[in-house]
């Protein structure tokens, strides 16, 4: 009997695979599984045989993040860091900081804002200006739908009180129209289009960067969300295609090809010749992502009737659809004949019903094909669509962060849809019920990429550190197996991994060591559990100091 190269014993192993969710013992050979079970995979162990003892440490299939912004991820990490705070002379001092720590930069770059920090969720240009008044300042708030812009900036994009509001978007303005230093999602490319590119070797950096964070959270393959050039942002693609081919790309990850809502169907030859020149090794780029809505602090996510004010009056607006939808869905239909998966934004309950209308064209164009379109974010449901998703095999990939009581939910969020549209949000719960597939990710760096985290707010409807015993729609609660399948399993199924995310003989070996059995642990302790190694394929990419 052949020796296995690596064996794991003194579980417990949690498998996701519904034969047997439970063993002791599992053993590698090359990048594969090839045995799981108990003591008799001791007998796989040879003289060349790394053994791992676990003793009483959990094992699980590698966590898969289904949207992510890796690079930018990485390229965050290096510039002016807002996160972690949400206090707005904090955000001044660190912009001040990183100012004058780089004298040299023209433009004053960073991010990760809090819409909470101020009243509206709306910051002010003279508040950049009076820490950095002679460079221009541009700074994506943590959701990237909006940006915080100096005086500067807006006079070099040559932005008054005469510049129109562009059709995805919308300038901030004070009393008298001049704008006030907020960018709303497509207005925001009125300023990024002047902001210095970074260089293919910065994109590079910032994804390996990127990379060993995500190992050392045990992510180990993820879809990028946002392959392409957006608001005038630097396409990333390269930076996989390099490390893809230089063998440091160690994750498995999948491509989805920004879909430019400012053009037809002409762009579909383009997107299916990336398709075939992106693609190598551990990378490939099968999905086209269409962000259809914007987000509901801003009011640009699209609801199936309209937002109300501050007195709880109904307003005239219901959001944004960035692609008509009619013609969303003969752009899917043709996606779909083509073989691509459709990565849909899709947050308000409009954009997931044009979303899933789109889909169902395509079914009933061209039959029902494998290229497990899914919508992202799905805050807000309408009931009536969420038996759709298993009817259709429309994929829900949540975001469980953002499933939880917060200021931004609280003050910005709820007071706006009323307590009908409120109760529909994020409805985790009610789609598992309804039959629909659960596929998980973070978003990073709109929120923190932690799975462990994400896993903790899922279950338990609370921030890890929240404050106050306030449960948000406890109804939505997922149990700890149904939401670690969907880190697992549900994620390698969307990014096309049949042979990852379940532990079972002849699947790949991406596997993750945490410092305790959470399964057993109480689970307002989830998110206190720690990674310890993290493997790809059998190679260890990640132990923990």
């Not at 907020?182 to 490319?189: C, P, S």
């Not at 307590?419 to 039959?435: D, I, K, T, V």
């Amino acid at each position: 009997m052949a020796k296995a190269d690596l064996v794991f014993t003194n579980g417990p192993i949690h498998t996701s695979d519904p034969a047997r969710t439970r063993a002791s013992s599992l053993a590698v050979t090359g990048e594969r599984i090839t045995a799981v079970g108990h003591d008799d995979v001791r007998e796989l162990i040879g003289p060349g045989t790394e053994v791992v003892d676990l003793t009483g440490k959990l094992l699980l299939p590698g966590f898969q993040d289904a949207h992510i912004h890796a690079v930018f991820g990485g390229l965050e990490l290096a510039e002016c860091d807002l996160t972690g705070t949400v206090g707005v002379d904090e955000y001044l001092s660190r912009v001040r900081e990183f100012a004058d720590a780089h004298p040299e930069r023209a433009w004053i770059t960073g991010g990760g804002w809090s819409l909470e920090s101020f009243a509206g969720g709306l910051p002010t240009r003279q508040l950049l200006d009076s820490v950095v008044p002679d460079r221009p300042v541009y700074l994506p708030n943590r959701d990237h739908h909006g940006a915080w812009v100096n005086t500067r900036a807006l006079e070099l994009a040559g932005l008054t009180k005469d510049s129109p509001d562009p059709a995805d978007g919308r300038i901030e303005r004070e009393p008298d129209g001049t704008p006030s230093g907020v960018l709303q999602e497509g207005a925001t490319g009125l300023v990024t289009r002047l902001v210095p590119q970074r260089t293919a070797a910065d994109r590079l950096a910032a994804l390996l960067h990127a990379q060993a964070l995500l190992h050392s959270l045990g992510v180990t393959g993820w879809q990028d969300a946002l392959l392409g050039s957006f608001h005038g942002q630097a396409d990333p693609s390269d930076a996989y295609v390099t490390a893809a081919r230089t063998g440091s790309l160690t994750a498995r990850v999948t491509g989805a090809l920004w879909w430019d809502r400012e053009r037809d169907a002409q762009q579909i030859p383009e997107l299916a010749a990336r398709r075939a020149e992106l693609g190598h090794g551990r990378f490939r780029a099968g999905s086209v992502k269409i962000m259809q809505d914007g987000i509901a602090e801003n009011f640009t996510a699209a609801m199936t009737s309209p937002y109300l004010d501050a007195c709880g009056c109904a307003t005239a607006n219901a959001g944004l659809s960035f692609v008509d939808p009619a013609a969303l869905r003969d752009y899917v239909t043709a996606l779909d004949a083509l073989d691509f998966q459709v990565h849909f934004h899709a947050l308000g309950d409009r954009a997931v019903r044009e979303a899933l209308d789109a889909i169902e064209a395509a079914r009933a164009a061209n039959g029902r094909r494998t290229a497990r379109h899914h919508l992202a974010h799905l805050q807000v449901v309408h009931p009536d669509d969420l038996p759709r998703f298993a009817r259709l095999g429309a994929i829900a990939n949540i975001q469980p962060l953002w499933a939880a009581h917060e200021p931004q939910m609280d003050e910005l969020t709820i007071p706006f849809l009323g307590p009908e549209r409120a109760g529909w949000q994020y409805p985790f719960g009610s789609l598992l019920r309804a039959g629909a597939t659960l596929a998980a990710g973070s978003d990073w760096p709109v929120s923190s990429p932690d799975p462990l985290a994400g896993l903790h707010v899922a279950v338990n409807r609370r921030e890890p550190d929240a404050t106050d015993d306030r449960i948000f729609l406890p109804e939505q609660r997922l149990d700890l197996t149904t939401a670690v399948a969907a880190y697992t399993a549900g994620s390698a199924h969307v990014n096309g991994h049949d042979d990852a995310g379940t532990l079972q003989a002849g699947h790949l070996a991406d596997l993750v060591v945490l410092d305790r059995d959470i399964f057993t642990a109480p689970a307002e302790e989830i998110a206190c559990a720690k990674v310890l190694q993290t493997y790809v394929g059998g190679e260890r990419v990640h132990t923990a100091d």
